[in-house]
């Protein structure tokens, strides 16, 4: 998959349009556009504003789909898939409750 799908894909997945991708990430609406379109190449820093701006990795950026990684359970892979769609406050709000539902179950003499 090129740079210019998997941009297109990740901004389908986080349901974010092209407008608020630039205002998230700096980057204009119409270099956005030619980048999905192939018509331009990033610059490294311009993919790094972009996968900021979309709450992902550089590297969850080149692991999609098609070269998912196939150690985890379906499960985990639906988590992942759901946690890659939520806006980055919710985000950080599932994994605070996720950390506390882990300390839920630890034995008092580990907290």
Known sequence: MEISE??????????I????LSKLS???DNHI?????GAKTPKLSTLEALVNALNISLSEFFNTPNNAVTYLSE???RILDMYRKL????ANI???FYDKMC??????SEL
């Open 94 to 96: 599932l994994i605070d």
């Open 33 to 37: 556009r030619n980048l999905e379109s």
């Open 87 to 90: 806006p980055k406050d919710k």
């Open 75 to 77: 499960g985990e892979q």
């Open 26 to 28: 700096g980057v204009s």
């Open 17 to 20: 349009s092209v407008y608020k």
């Open 6 to 15: 998997r941009l297109h894909y990740w901004r389908t997945i986080k349901s």
């Open 103 to 108: 300390e839920a179950d630890l034995p008092d």
